[in-house]
């Protein structure tokens, strides 16, 4: 608001210092219309102004003056000596409470009712109060307008030709070092002189977000709807031209998201939403870019109902709208003529849609985006340069020709002769598989006519509106920020350029139109949304995130992020060998920790807490390192176990746990685990090799029963001999035999086959409990 | 009276008025605008503005000018600069402006940007309207396709 304010006192300053002399003529003579217009005018703008800016005593003084001034004009009113005189009063006044508001000092009101009061007719005149003047700061701040700066701007570009010029020439002759420091002298200060000049087109992204509270009040009012605005990063700076051009489709936006976007308060609390809807606007800069994002909470993107609207209108095949992507079918509501609402409404629907919006944010090296959250709300993101006239360009050879193309609109750079690139002839045009992807392959000096100097070496992977294409050039040569302006008619109208450039080099260049070679070329995106969508989710598999950590061994591990809980440090007392296994007791759990190697020695140590919302475990580890992407192709690990495989990582292999198995071993243990009786041989080999199988599987392995417990089940040797408690009939016994191979009608299961053992037993047990 | 530039385009005489010349001068480089239509010989750089320069014999439907040619007249029109080659320059003076001899009968380009005749010294010189040779915005995607 401050920028504002700023402004108002500089422009009400501005037109009163012009004013004065009006003021002396009207004086003069009253009865001249042309002076009374321009004093009318005055007091009409400081009253619009006023009341958009929250200034009372100003509107007040202000609009008396123009009752009087329009009754005055209507022939009502005689501009006598008295109403004059009662008028310049409030002019003067006026000016007294603007230097006032710059000086930032208060000033007494106490007058202002009679100055007022004077206006009447037949009122005694007021005698003019005691000029409170006296305080006037000095301005710091000037008016400029655009035409002004853009001569700065161009004698700027002028100033760094002359110093190339300059430069070059000086090169070629030897020359006196003195010299030379002199010119690195000049080329600093016009480098900085060139930052300043740009600096001058920037203003407060404040400009365009104070105007938001009063229409979205009065929007959401018009519509019944209570809405709060939030705005966030006003003091973001762009380019003045910038900010003009966002305008209309930042407020078209906001409409959309209070017509359509956020819900009647009923509705809301039906749908257990706070009555209140929430609309965040907020800028931020992201390199050099910025970003705009408009928040809302309402009810998203109705999809399917946009999706059959544009059946309905044509635009896609119902199987065309089937085979789309979500994300798709959400960017529909950029397409022409579609709205999700059925009838047009006075807010937002005046025959503009989102493509227009889209278009214009497209016009000015801008891109859109939305991200719908089906019935908690919508996001869409505007990104633009933050300068309309400075664009960071990479600058191509094709043709023996130098052409710019806008950094945004290029995805990627890939050389031709990589093995991940492939181009092949399609009929009489051709396609260049980029690692998987088949994009249209436009060649750019076969395109312009330009001579061809055979295959081309690099591809630009061009990324349009519509699709993306890969552009056949000869050479990325360099990136430069560029000054751009508009060509010629007869250049634009070749439909393949976006404007053309004075590079410091002295000759002009072309910024090349990705969009427009596109449709020059004849490459037509129609049914690329569905069909890209997919190629895009084949290209790019989310990576999946890992932590990378380092193990109690010395070796690097990874463990996908998902998997991980936490990672906490805890006391190695907390860690105890009991029931079998490492256990770690915590926050009155306890849970199965895992550990390669020994904890012995260390007080305290990280641990991962591992979670699959169901089962929890513990990995010990010596130190957390970082969170990396797993690459999508993994080495399997040779053998089950807590290793899923093997990636590298930088250059380094690194082995990536299986959560997996981590909690399938740790797979909940039955409360009161069934207790298996081992009638051993006496060669230990039971207790040796079985049990920590049979343990593992949740069995609790005795020798011998203990008093008052009926085991579960019982294993045996088919050989052995059978001893204490196999007397008890009541407990099933499975038997194992030594060879491999089994005799007719053998029930016996033999003894390394693991998982026929487990099913076995388990089978005995279940069978047991039903008979 | 009116003050006229005088120059030769194609082996003839024409006459500029000099309300549409912003300036005079000897080209550099010309940087080729590939698609465009083939009037338009290229880009070019005058200080730090960037002229657009027509290739005055193709405007006119006749020989397009030799290559060697780099004298030409800065006009600017609609807020762009066109840089309008000519073979070389006379003189400037003022001269009566006459309107075309009825039963003139021009040809190719020179009909729609002749706008009438000065009498210099008896010889008869064509005026010559710079914005007619400036090609307009008339689409040639075909051109390119």
């Known amino acids: ?6 402004e108002f006192v500089a422009e009400t300053r501005e037109t009163l210092e012009a004013l004065a002399g009006e003021i002396v003529a009207w004086e003069a003579q009253p009865a001249d219309r042309a002076r009374l217009d321009a004093i009318f005018r005055f007091v009409h703008t400081v009253k619009g102004s006023c009341g958009f800016l929250d200034l009372p005593r100003l509107a007040r003084l202000s609009h008396a003056a123009e009752d009087v001034l329009a009754a005055v004009r209507d022939g009502q009113r005689i501009p006598d000596t008295a109403l004059v005189n009662a008028v310049l009063a409030i002019v003067d006044r006026i000016g007294e409470i603007v230097e006032a508001i710059d000086a930032g000092v208060s000033l007494d009101d106490t007058s202002e009712d009679l100055l007022i009061a004077a206006l009447a007719e037949n009122a005694a005149p007021a005698s003019a109060p005691a000029s409170a003047m006296g305080h006037r700061a000095p301005a710091r701040s000037v008016r400029l307008n655009v035409e002004l700066l853009d001569r700065m701007m161009s004698g700027m570009s002028d100033i760094v030709l002359a110093r190339n010029e300059l430069a070059r020439r000086l090169r070629d002759d030897d020359v006196d070092p003195r010299v030379e420091a002199a010119l690195e002298r000049l080329s600093g200060t016009v480098a900085e002189m060139r930052d300043t000049v740009t600096r001058t087109r920037m203003q407060k992204i ?3 977000f104070s105007a938001l509270p009063r229409m979205v009040r009065d929007t959401a009012a018009e519509l019944g709807k209570a809405v709060a605005l939030t705005l966030e990063g006003s003091d973001v700076e762009l380019d003045r031209e910038m900010i003009e051009m966002m305008r209309d489709p930042l407020v078209h936006i906001i409409r959309n998201a209070l017509d359509h976007g956020i819900e009647a308060p009923s509705v809301r609390r039906s749908a257990g939403k706070r009555e209140t809807g929430r609309l965040t606007v907020s800028a931020r800069q992201s390199g050099n870019q910025i970003l705009v994002e408009i928040a809302d909470d309402g009810a998203g993107i109705d999809v399917a109902r946009v999706a059959a609207k544009a059946v309905k209108m044509g635009l896609y095949s119902a199987a065309d709208v089937d085979a789309m992507s979500q994300a798709a079918r959400e960017e529909l509501i950029f397409a022409a003529g579609l709205s999700s609402k059925d009838l047009a409404s006075s807010i937002s629907g005046r025959g ?6 889209r278009a214009n944010i497209e016009q000015i090296g801008g891109r859109i985006s939305l991200t719908s959250r089906p019935g908690r709300g919508l996001v869409i993101t505007i990104q633009v340069p933050l300068t309309l006239s400075i664009m960071p360009t990479i600058v191509i050879g094709a043709g023996g020709q130098r052409f710019a193309l806008s950094r945004a609109s290029i995805d990627e750079i890939v050389t031709a002769r990589g093995d991940t690139v492939r181009i092949d002839a399609v009929g009489d045009s051709a396609i260049a598989t980029v690692r998987g992807e088949r994009l249209p392959l436009v060649r750019l000096s076969a395109l312009l006519g330009l001579p061809q100097t055979g295959e081309p070496g690099t591809l630009a992977i061009v990324g349009t509106r519509d699709g993306s294409y890969a552009l056949g050039i000869d050479a990325v040569l360099d990136t430069e920020e560029l000054v751009i302006k508009p060509a010629a008619p007869a250049v634009m109208a070749t439909g393949l350029y976006a404007g053309q450039s004075l590079p410091d080099s002295g000759l002009p260049m072309l910024l090349l139109d990705g969009a427009g070679v596109a449709t020059v070329a004849g490459l037509r995106f129609d049914r690329a949304i569905g069909a890209d969508e997919q190629a895009d989710t084949e290209a790019a598999i989310p990576a999946v995130p890992a932590l990378l950590f380092e ?15 936490r990672v906490e440090t805890v006391e190695a007392s907390s860690i105890r060998h009991v029931g079998g296994r490492l256990r770690l007791s915590a926050d009155g759990v306890i849970v199965p920790l895992y550990s390669v190697a020994t904890l012995e020695g260390r007080a305290s140590l990280p641990v991962l807490r591992l979670t699959d919302r169901e089962t929890d475990v513990a990995y010990a580890i010596a130190e957390p390192l970082d969170i990396v992407d797993l690459p999508t192709t993994m080495a399997c690990a040779n053998g089950a176990g807590t290793i899923a495989g093997v990636v590298l990582i930088g250059e380094e292999p690194v082995e990536v746990l299986d959560p997996l198995a981590l909690f399938a071993q740790a797979e909940p243990e039955p409360a009161d685990p069934a207790l298996c009786l081992l009638h051993d041989d006496g060669t230990g080999w039971m207790d040796q090799f079985l049990r920590p199988t049979l343990e593992a599987a949740g069995y609790r392995c005795v020798a011998a029963a203990p008093a008052g417990q009926r085991p579960a089940i019982a294993l045996s040797l088919a050989s052995g001999e059978r001893g204490a408690g196999a007397n008890d009939p009541g ?7 030594r060879e491999r191979a089994a005799a007719r009608e053998d029930t016996t299961v033999y003894r390394y086959d693991r998982a026929a053992l487990l099913a076995a037993m388990a089978d005995t047990i279940a069978t047991r409990r039903i008979g | 009276m009116e003050l006229y530039l005088i120059a030769h385009i194609a082996g003839r005489g024409v006459a500029i008025p000099t309300e549409q010349v912003d300036s005079v001068v000897d080209l550099g480089d010309v940087v080729a605008v590939p698609c465009a239509v083939s009037s338009v010989r290229g880009l070019s750089a005058l200080r730090s503005r960037v002229l657009t320069v027509i290739d005055t014999g193709t405007a006119l ?13 800065i006009t600017r029109i609609d807020g762009h600069h066109y840089a309008v080659l000519v073979d070389s320059l006379d003189d400037v003076a003022r001269y009566e402006p006459l309107s075309l001899s009825s039963g003139l009968s021009l040809q190719h380009g020179w009909a729609s940007a002749g706008r009438g005749l000065v009498d210099r010294d008896g010889d008869p010189l064509l005026v010559l309207d710079l914005a007619a040779l400036v090609p307009g915005t008339h689409k040639i995607s075909a051109a390119a396709a």
């Not at chain 1, 608001?1 to 700023?6: A, C, I």
């Not at chain 1, 503009?352 to 919006?357: F, N």
């Not at chain 1, 407990?731 to 035999?737: D, M, S, Y």
């Open chain 1, 1 to 6: 608001m401050d920028d504002l304010l700023q």
């Open chain 1, 206 to 208: 404040d400009a365009l």
């Open chain 1, 352 to 357: 503009v849609g989102m493509d227009v919006v």
């Open chain 2, 61 to 73: 439907g006749i020989e397009p000018m030799p290559d060697s040619c780099r004298r030409a007249v």
């Open chain 1, 551 to 565: 193990d109690l061994d010395g070796q690097r591990r990874a463990v996908p992020l998902a998997a991980v809980d």
């Open chain 1, 731 to 737: 407990v099933p016994v499975v038997r194992l035999r």
